[in-house]
């Protein structure tokens, strides 16, 4: 039987990190088992290191040294490694220690830390990474500040514990400094995690997208086969580095040197028949090997130092992919696929084309991302078609390692990328994915298209997912609001990538049409009004329109200061004149305005070439141009309102009012003590709170619930109305008919006793008993518009909050706005006002408008509350009646449960499915 302070072995803690140079270890507690381990890993640190660790010479680890760093109870003692290829390249321990310095135990809240880091992998991050999962550690068993010893001296180690960016204290005491880092985490200390992580995967992906060598394993001696077409794409690319082919089945040359002959075609391209036997370093290695031998690979691979690998082999289970990672990362490298088609870097001084698709696109400023391979060649093969090149492609399959995330890292820094188009099946951290596209999109452009949309909790097969509990349409609207331009099919996924990269933002939704046939420039105008744009008269050049009557058109509505952007609409014209002409005279027009245009043209052979060639846009049709117009018109309007979001306003709150409310109901008398895991070993899984729990939470934020009071019988609700003063409502609590006034389970409104009494009597006999209805009297409140504002936690997007129309509006048509948590001033009047059925909060046929800042207000202590208690798992309130002058909230119900161990605020570390 463990006693309190012995833990079981603390998997949670085990996570795989990505390294300041883009390589990969897996950080993990360390285990008596690791004791040869841990000597072989000492011999090998310097003497300087030792030195700066022990403060004295320290040539080799004693047995009882060995015991003590390997035996840890998980909660004063613990110790982490950093592992590459099976062998510690780092450790950090904490020990419990009191205010003197001396060994202590729960619930003492200091700890004194130290770190060891072989030299050969000193200057990676190693040690900054360990601090980060150590902290995380200390702060679930209580530690709430560390010390540390470091020599003057030894001024790296000085330097993880000062860049870190907790609060921290430095003293000078018997020739060495001492530092105590306050382990809460700091804006500034979100901060630089968040750079360091950005800095690590931006930096996994560019060493995939740039190797200097590249093996492609599994080629066929004879032309044919996915390997063969690879080395085919690689050497048809230009790419310069050294490239070799790798299968074990090779036969040998005729020269009797037991090497494999060279391969039919390609007699400069050398061949081996393993990895290991490659004379060279191998950047990347291209596995195109049946599923079952790529385990053999990824050892050869590992062994040979090999840095990434492109799996393009399919028909893996879900535990084969999660065994294909553990492997690779436990090497230091990092996996695209399985089922991947591969990668593309069209910059100069790389051209590598290591994919199935045999056409090397052309430079330009796109980056592509897809799961799937089919698409990724259709959407190759559109951009190609409208004339435009990438600035790189990665084709992920099942994406069971680098993610989209991981590859949004790359290109926010990427100077050879403007604009992000995405084709995703599945989201491995969405949550992470909004956060950076909040920070991509405000100077690149995302755009996304995603299948899969309606397949419920299921994801594509092999794809290994967290389940999204929130709806399509909430996921999406919580995706725009992060800046992701959601398009719904593959086509519009080119024409708006098009326009963002050719063109640049409008100011506005003001458009002018102009063409020479007045039937597709009314076709335009209405497409126009259907995307929400606001379309000026068409101007009709008449069918005889040269391509200078164009050019003066054009510029003449360029010019107007009322136009935001132009469509031009063109067909052939009789005198047979020549796209290039056409396509030239709208440059020349276009060119410096800093305006957008599209050109929506009909059998002009040879236009769609000579407009990109001069980055303007072509559609085939005025909605295709409409819709991505309208696109780049959104894009424009998040962007000025992301650079004024608003503020978090920060009222009187009682913030420890509610947290007692909080511990109490969710722990009982007995709070969790120092240094347990919550939502393990502490309290239940999930409590929904009382009425007089919820109305006192509720409190603490300002927000009054009006109290509803039982009537089991009608004296009880006659007591209860005198208590409230008439009038009065009586209304049923049970499911079937809550809110449901059209069924008669409420009746308003209610003056006298004599009434309430033939009401009750009409409650019973008509809709049940009162066991079953479960009726409540409540105060009557002034007339308004019935609301609803929830919150609740998804466990893969965050806290969403949410409004409507309580009844038809929200529960038949759906009509919520939605909101992820914390919620600005600026959002919350937004929140309220992007409803379809919005006019009726503003005076809809001749109504009264209602009280909407109030409602805001409401909507701000909601997202408030829920934002600083993680442990508050959702907040309903129906209804909320809004009244001309202020709201009444009649009612709530609040669910608790523990807060998850690890958010996206923990130390940085890989998805592991």
């Not at 007699?267 to 393993?274: I, K, L, T």
């Not at 056409?359 to 060649?377: D, N």
Request: proline residues 8%; charged residues 25%; neutral net charge.
């Amino acid at each position: 039987m463990q006693t309190p302070t012995e833990r079981a072995y603390p998997t949670h803690w085990e996570a795989d990190v990505v390294l300041r140079d883009g390589g990969t270890a897996r950080v993990r507690p360390i285990t008596e088992e690791d004791a040869e381990r841990l000597v072989s890993f000492y011999e090998q640190v310097s003497d300087q290191s030792k030195y700066y660790r022990f403060f004295a010479p320290y040539p080799r680890l004693s047995a009882r040294d060995v015991r003590r760093f390997t035996r840890h109870d998980y909660v004063d003692r613990v110790g982490l490694a950093a592992i590459v290829g099976g062998e510690f390249i780092a450790t950090v321990r904490y020990d419990r220690i009191d205010e003197s310095g001396l060994p202590a135990t729960v619930p003492a809240d200091r700890a004194e830390v130290a770190f060891l880091v072989q030299d050969a992998h000193q200057g990676r991050g190693v040690a900054s990474a360990l601090l980060e999962h150590i902290a995380a550690c200390a702060r679930e068993r209580g530690v709430r500040r560390f010390t540390a010893e470091v020599l003057p001296a030894n001024t790296k180690m000085a330097k993880v514990f000062t860049d870190a960016g907790y609060s921290q204290q430095r003293t000078f005491e018997d020739g060495s400094v001492r530092l105590t880092l306050d382990l809460e985490p700091t804006e500034r200390s979100l901060a630089v995690m968040r750079a360091r992580e950005h800095r690590a995967e931006a930096r996994s992906v560019q060493r995939l997208l740039a190797p200097s060598s590249v093996a492609v394993i599994g080629v066929r001696r004879r032309a044919g086969g996915a390997g063969r077409a690879v080395l085919d794409s690689l050497r048809s690319a230009g790419f310069p580095g050294a490239v070799y082919a790798v299968n074990e089945r090779l036969p040998g040359a005729a020269d009797g040197s037991g090497r494999p002959a060279p391969l039919d075609g390609l007699p400069a391209v050398p061949a081996h028949r393993s990895v290991r036997d490659v004379p060279g370093p191998v950047d990347l290695a291209v596995v195109a090997v049946p599923a079952a031998e790529v385990d053999a690979v990824v050892t050869a691979c590992g062994e040979h130092g090999v840095q990434g690998m492109v799996v393009l082999s399919a028909d893996f289970t879900r535990a084969e992919q999660r065994e294909l990672v553990r492997k690779a990362r436990s090497y230091g490298m990092r996996i695209i696929g399985p089922n991947a088609l591969g990668l593309i870097n069209t910059a100069p001084d790389v051209l590598l084309n290591a994919t199935l698709a045999g056409r090397t696109p052309e430079r330009g400023r796109i980056g592509l991302f897809t799961q799937s391979g089919a698409i990724g060649i259709a959407l190759l093969d559109g951009l190609h078609r409208r004339g435009t090149g990438l600035s790189s492609f990665v084709s992920a399959g099942n994406r069971a390692d680098v993610s989209g995330n991981d590859v949004l890292q790359y290109w926010e820094d990427d100077p050879d990328t403007d604009v992000v188009l995405m084709y995703l099946e599945s989201f491995g951290n969405p949550r992470k994915f909004t956060r950076l596209v909040r920070r991509v999109a405000p100077h690149k452009p995302v755009v996304v298209v995603r299948g899969a949309r309606h397949s419920g909790s299921a994801p594509p097969p092999g794809h290994a997912v967290p389940e999204i509990r929130a709806s399509d349409r909430t996921v999406s609207t919580l995706l725009r609001q992060s800046g992701v331009l959601l398009v719904d099919t593959v086509t519009e996924l080119v024409d708006t990538g098009l326009q963002l990269a050719f063109q640049p933002l409008p100011a506005g939704p003001r458009i002018a049409v102009l063409g020479n046939a007045e039937s597709l420039c009314l076709l335009t105008y209405d497409a126009c009004l259907a995307r929400g744009l606001r379309p000026l008269d068409p101007v009709d050049l008449t069918a005889s329109a040269t391509p200078e009557d164009f050019h003066r058109a054009l510029r003449e509505a360029l010019a107007d200061p009322g136009t935001d952007a132009v469509v031009v609409a063109a067909i052939p014209w009789v005198e047979g004149r020549g796209a290039e002409e056409l396509a030239d005279a709208l440059h020349r027009a276009a060119d410096g305005t800093g305006k957008p245009i599209a050109v929506v043209h009909l059998a002009i052979e040879g236009l769609d070439a000579a407009l990109g060639a001069r980055r303007i846009p072509a559609y085939p049709a005025p909605e295709r141009a409409v819709r991505a117009l309208a696109e780049a018109v959104r894009h424009a309007q998040w962007r000025r309102d992301a650079e004024r979001p608003g503020r978090v306003p920060e009222e009187d709150l009682d913030e420890a009012g509610a947290t007692t409310v909080v511990s109490r109901a969710l722990y009982g008398t007995q709070p969790p003590e120092p240094g347990q895991e919550p939502g393990r070993e502490a309290g239940p899984r999930s409590v929904a709170l009382d009425a007089a729990d919820t109305a006192e939470l509720l409190a603490c934020y300002g927000i009054t619930a009006l109290p509803a009071h039982p009537a089991p019988d009608a004296d009880a609700a006659v007591a209860a109305a005198a208590r409230t003063g008439f009038p009065v409502a009586l209304k049923t609590t049970a499911p079937h008919l809550r809110h449901r006034a059209d069924l008669g389970g409420v009746r308003l409104d209610i003056v006298s006793e004599a009434q309430l009494r033939r009401v009750y009597a009409e409650f019973t006999e008509g809709l049940g008993t009162p066991a079953e209805l479960r009726p409540v009297v409540q105060a009557m409140v002034p007339r308004g518009v019935d609301t609803v504002v929830r919150a609740a936690v998804d466990p893969a997007i965050g806290t969403v909050l949410s409004f409507g129309l309580a009844g038809p509006p929200s529960e038949l048509l759906g009509d919520m706005a939605h909101r992820l948590v914390p919620v600005t001033d600026r959002e919350a009047a937004h929140l309220v006002r992007s409803l379809r059925t919005a006019p009726m909060l503003f005076g809809w046929r001749g109504a009264a408008p209602v009280d909407t800042a109030a409602l805001e207000d409401l909507l701000l202590r909601v997202s408030r509350l829920v934002d600083d208690h993680p442990e508050i798992v959702s907040v309903e309130l129906e209804p909320v009646v809004v009244a001309p002058r202020g709201l009444a909230v009649l009612g709530a119900a609040v669910r608790l449960a523990p807060p998850p161990v690890t958010t996206d605020l923990g130390p940085r570390r890989l998805s592991a499915w």
